[in-house]
């Protein structure tokens, strides 16, 4: 079992995404897990390209709905690589990668697409916040790229793409943290959303700490 995730990321320069970019790389991904590998997703790029952590693409931050051309790129670059499964993230998760990894293992690895639900105008989605889509329907996105609505937000233009091939996304645990009070160490995914962001990276690291007690 392979997986590989994907962070949204977006570099400003030391500002607030960099230091969540930062506390990532020094929390939950600082630990090496078999069959796990985390790439950064950064744009502001002169070209598409996979470097060292980073998958840097040519897509301008600015603007509405960069996050769908972002992603289509990045599934671009990487879908030669040898996994089994993508896990999409953001810059304000945690992710236990032992316990991710754990979770999937004994999922179907063909139509695979599962996260914490919404719904949009009718079309059921898996939040952006982190969703696991399995290779073979990496594929299909890419070849039915055509029809991705850049009008929607890219979580759900891609469960929009999906629904159109009668793929729909099932129900994962997701624990949003809002105080670190009676925390359960049993998720894969945090989605830190004290609406402080300065809080939130502080939550990083001790989330990490707490994990290692």
């Known amino acids: 079992m392979k997986i590989l995730i994907i962070v949204l990321s977006y570099n400003d320069s ?33 070209t598409n390209e996979i470097v060292d952590d980073k998958i840097l693409v040519d897509v301008v931050e600015n603007g509405t709905n960069i996050c769908g051309y972002k992603t ?23 992710v236990d990668k032992k316990k991710l990894i754990n979770f999937i293992t004994d999922k179907n690895k063909h139509n695979h697409y599962s996260g ?10 898996a939040s952006g916040s982190g969703f696991f889509i399995s290779k073979d329907l990496i ?22 793409v999906l629904k159109k091939h009668k793929i ?10 809002h105080s670190l ?18 809080i939130d990276i502080q939550n990083m690291y001790n989330i990490f700490n707490l994990q290692k007690i």
């Open 139 to 160: 594929n299909l996105v890419l070849d039915n790229s055509d029809i991705w609505n850049h009008e929607l937000i890219d979580d759900v233009a891609i469960a929009d």
């Open 116 to 125: 914490f639900l919404g719904e949009h105008n009718g079309i059921i989605f």
């Open 14 to 46: 030391g500002g607030i995404y960099s230091k969540f970019y930062q506390s990532q790389k020094e929390t939950w991904d600082s630990e090496n897990v078999d069959g796990v590998q985390t790439l950064y997703l950064f744009g502001d790029n002169k």
């Open 72 to 94: 289509l790129k990045a599934f671009d670059l990487i879908k030669n690589f040898d996994f089994d499964f993508v896990f999409r993230t953001n810059s304000s998760s945690y």
């Open 168 to 177: 729909f996304p099932t129900e994962n645990p997701r624990l949003d943290v």
């Open 181 to 198: 009070n009676n925390l359960p160490n049993n998720h894969f995914h945090y989605r830190l959303k004290t609406g402080d962001r300065n």
